[in-house]
């Protein structure tokens, strides 16, 4: 089946640094990728699409300097989130699509828990 | 019952009973659905899907329906079990489109023994 994969799963870091996090489709290409971002008992907010090798689409109102998306190969896209401030905590998920016939629906990653002290 | 929580609606059922939880999706062009699972500090795991051509999908003990009339997606749980406790969340898309999921408020689901 169609694995993606998250890394880290929970990060601590301090007000002003910045915080990579990694998204990797194991055993298929993923041409198209996608950043969510969830706040406890709520629901998942598109942040933005990443594209290989092309500019990410970010959502209105996601900052698009304050969030870094790169999209290097068709197996992994990173999300930066840079000088990060205590309202960026938040549960960070990725997604992506094998987008084929069979199956046209997402496979996610298990989440980055990031907290911002 | 059905509750109101601080942001999640909340079902509370009986082991052994079915489920049915609701959702509303909200663009008309959406061609595509799924309903998704999330347990706590996870991401959602995939449970069915169904196309805008079709009214009703079966799966193993869950059954979603679709009404395009009036935009409303259900999801029906046979002889719920604990470990079907979790969120769940409907999310639409047009396959032809931009191919972006957006996301339901999402319901959490109690099983009560």
């Known amino acids: 089946g169609a694995v993606v994969s998250q890394h880290p799963s929970r990060v601590i870091c301090k007000s002003g640094t910045s915080v990579k996090i990694e998204c990797r489709s194991l055993?298929?290409?993923?041409?198209?990728m996608f950043w969510y971002r969830q706040f406890p008992k709520q629901s998942l907010m598109l942040m933005a699409t990443s594209n290989e090798g092309s500019k990410a689409t970010y959502e209105q109102g996601v900052e698009k300097d304050k969030f870094l998306i790169n999209h290097a190969s068709l197996t992994l896209s990173t999300l930066t989130v840079t000088s990060a401030h205590p309202e960026d905590s938040s549960f960070y998920i990725c997604s992506a699509s094998r987008r084929d016939r069979a199956n046209y629906g997402y496979t996610f990653g298990s989440g980055t828990r990031l907290t911002v002290v | 019952g059905e509750s109101v929580g601080l942001h999640l609606p909340t079902l509370s059922v009986q082991e052994g009973d079915n489920s049915i939880i609701n959702c509303a999706y909200s663009n008309s062009a959406s061609d595509y659905f799924i309903w998704y699972k999330q347990e706590s500090g996870k991401g959602p795991q995939f449970i069915i899907d169904?196309?805008?051509?079709?009214d009703k999908r079966q799966g193993q003990r869950v059954t979603v329906l679709l009404n395009k009339t009036v935009k409303h997606l259900s999801l029906q749980i046979a002889a719920t079990q604990p470990g079907d406790s979790a969120v769940y969340f409907c999310?639409?898309?047009?396959?032809?489109?931009?191919?972006?999921?957006?996301f339901g408020t999402g319901t959490r689901l109690k099983v009560l023994a």
């Open positions: 055993d298929f290409q993923a041409t198209t």
């Open positions: 169904i196309r805008s051509n079709m």
């Open positions: 999310a639409e898309t047009t396959i032809s489109g931009t191919y972006k999921y957006i």
